[in-house]
Nanobody, 126 residues
Framework: QVQLVESGGGLVQPGGSLRLSCTAS????????MGWFRQAPGKEREFVAA????????YYADPVKGRFTISRDNAANTLSLQMNSLKPDDTAVYYC???????????????????WGQGTQVTVSS
């Protein structure tokens, strides 16, 4: 069974950058839409960004527009999230998610995605 595995989280100062990666353990991505969500302490999980794998069409949540970039490397079968100008409010556990099963639209709600990673912690603090 293919599992999503995130990496790249850590502690960074405000204004710094991090790059998250998501790979498929035990196989390859077979999802039409791949995305990133995050969950801050005491808050619900929220949408961050998503990409349509074939066309590389992207969509971002307003709080991260202009600072985060989602991308995919088809040959390496890797999903990435480049995060720049990080703020303390970006502190959260970041999750990789995939949507398959004939779904081709980018959507922002959790239930649309049927595969999830375990998450990687991102902490933005001085």
């Amino acid at each position: 069974q293919v599992q999503l595995v995130e990496s790249g989280g850590g502690l960074v100062q405000p204004g710094g950058s991090l790059r998250l990666s998501c790979t498929a353990s035990g196989g390859t991505f077979s999802k039409n839409i791949m995305g990133w969500f995050r969950q801050a302490p005491g808050k619900e999980r929220e949408f961050v960004a998503a990409i349509r794998w074939i066309t590389t069409t992207t969509y971002y949540a307003d709080p991260v527009k202009g600072r985060f970039t989602i991308s995919r490397d088809n040959a390496a079968n890797t999903l990435s999230l480049q995060m720049n100008s990080l703020k303390p409010d970006d502190t959260a556990v970041y999750y990789c998610a995939g949507a398959g099963g004939g779904r081709y639209r980018i959507e922002t709600y959790e239930a649309y995605y049927d595969s999830w990673g375990q998450g990687t912690q991102v902490t933005v603090s001085s």
